[in-house]
């Protein structure tokens, strides 16, 4: 490196141009030449952090877009029926049941699509937004299409086939959701749905995901109040013993952090059981009757207990690292002022401590928030979240649309939060162990 | 904060309650993990303490579960599996992590708070929501269900870990050390493995624990990424608890146990040895 060697205003006169501006060896102005260097540094930088940027882009940024994406694409209509999306594009559901063109052009997809056995597909989808649907293509079969007569009217060949293609109904969805994009799962995770007629709530009856919503919510703050309550305590113990004993204690609160989440999920459902070490010692020392056995598990209280312990460490060690920095003098002053113990904690201490709270407790509401695993093995059906109900959409309903869309929303959740955690305490500053 | 020789009777109390108090906390944090050590010796197939057991007598006590664990092909395999793919998983985000950690704390790196925000990501994003859309991504072309998907995963979700530790670590090395080098004649290449790296060990070893122990234990994105041939042991442990629980369970709770013990002690001597080194006294 000969560029960007010359100091300030120290350099040998002979490295002045004509115009009196400072040069480097090799002739360049010194200007330039600190803007080349600096130009390299960065791209030198930037360089080293390519490769994992590219990496961390291709196996999870592409990821999460691709389920944004599924959250509102619906490309199966358009693609399984595309004459008759056309068709039905000036169609009004008001006039009645479509007419000839529209089963013409019904007719010709129906055979591309039974022959290519995707018609089914089509069904389960359509499904999702109208029971029956399903059916109804199912019943609408190759060997159903291949008795039509197609120098016959269709329509009433098809009402043969199922009495349901006489209605508009059928029409009526297939119109709404022939759109390649479609907000219906977005509304589905709404407690509401698209109909021909607009966008309505369902009924009260099947409003699930809002409730769940909140309950996800509540006991996630309900977990994160537990967690203070308990963390705040240890975590002013710790900051104010000496550093050897406090070294000792931390280990106790590290243990836990470092073990394997499925360990202490386990270690839970075997406490908690009905036959459990819990219920044996309250037995034991007479605060429950035998017969009356807590039932401490598969229910909320199952969930709360088992996630409190398991981010507790989350809770303990932010609020530890601000209360370190609080100079134990400050308490000693207010109290020498005539403060009483509760007064000098409460006006001087606690007001200090408030970051290391905030830090915490949007820290274990994110993590609790998206919890799977615990509530799902100690949740019982009335302890389960809304990943839970992801879960299940993506493995056992497979209407991924609609996991695609709860995804989503509570992915904006935990991103809005998040945005919270860096205003407070910033990304920067995330301390591990 | 000692007892002050003339505290009231009122401060005495309260100054030993609150101890209690601490105490019972910390007990509730260990108690759950420590009670399951003894279980796993249980002859007998219950998940609560016999009056054998109580009473000390050795008939009470076996390995039995230990041996069906060593013994037991599907927990054997899950067990390889999990040792296969952490390593690699690891040897993926160390190398491409401490990379990056060291351009991003070079001062000089453009967009630093949008590069940082984008890698540390896979810590923030809740797991079942990774799950779901590398579900969805990998299934598209065609990962899912494969080994190398499953490593992908596992990398991707332990980056974070040593990025945060590798750039802690590079906030207290001294640059003039590297420009020194580079005045003596060594090569950027040289300078890195000769110099730096040294230097930084302590913090790529723990980055290195963290997605280690990320992927190790990490259940919700195997479950959808893997296939049967990726069972791992955290996904058959998941798989136990849910159907049917096996005794087994709790030995092979009780290994994983003296793991953590082993990486907590490993990374405390880390710590002390890199503030050692950066001149500051251990505390």
Redesign the interface.
Known sequence: MADATAGDGIAPEENRSASGLLLSADGTPLKNSIARA?RR??I??????L???A???V?????????LF?SVENDIVADTLPRTVVELQDWDPASGVPGEPVFEAFYADMLDATEAKIHTRLGSRLNYEESGMSSLFRKTNARRLGRIDDTQPLAPQFEKIDEDWATVEPWAILKTFSARYTPGYFLQAADMKLTPEGVESVDETQQIYIKLFWRTIILSLTITCSCLL?GY??AW?LA??P?KSANI?M??????F??????????????L?E???IN?ILVWIGLVNDGARLVLINNQIGTVIAMT?IL??FMILPLYSVMKTIP?SYLRAAKSMGAN?WVAFWRVYFPQSIPGIGAGAILVF?LA?????TP??VGGTSGTFI?NR??FH??TSLN?GL??AL?SL??IL??GL?WLYDKIVG??N???? | MALQPYASPVQRVWYYSFRVICGLILFFLIFPIMVIIPLSFNALPYFTFTPGMLAFEASAYSTEHYRDFFTNSDWQSAMWNSLSIAPAATLVSVSLGTLAAIGLSSGKAPFRGAIMAILISPMIVPLIISAAGMYFFYSRVGLQGTWFGVVLAHAALGTPFVIITVTATLVGFDRSLTRAAANMGAGPVRTFFKVQMPLILPGVISGGLFAFITSFDEVVVVLFLGSAGQKTLPWQMFTGLREQISPTILAVATLLVTLSIILLATLEILRRRSERLRGMSPG
């Open positions: 600096e540094a960065r030198r930088a930037f360089l080293l952090i490769p994992l940027l990496f961390v882009m196996s999870f940024i592409a990821p999460i877009a691709d389920m599924r308990l305590p240890v113990l104010n013993l550093m204690l280990i106790l609160v590290l243990l836990p470092w073990t394997s989440l499925l360990v202490r999920t386990s270690a839970w459902k075997v406490l059981q036959q459990g070490v044996d312990h507790l460490p134990p113990d994110i928030i998206g919890y799977y695993i799902e093995l990943s992801i879960a993506i493995s991924w996991a695609a995804g509570l992915l935990v991103m998040y990304i920067d995330v301390k591990l162990g």
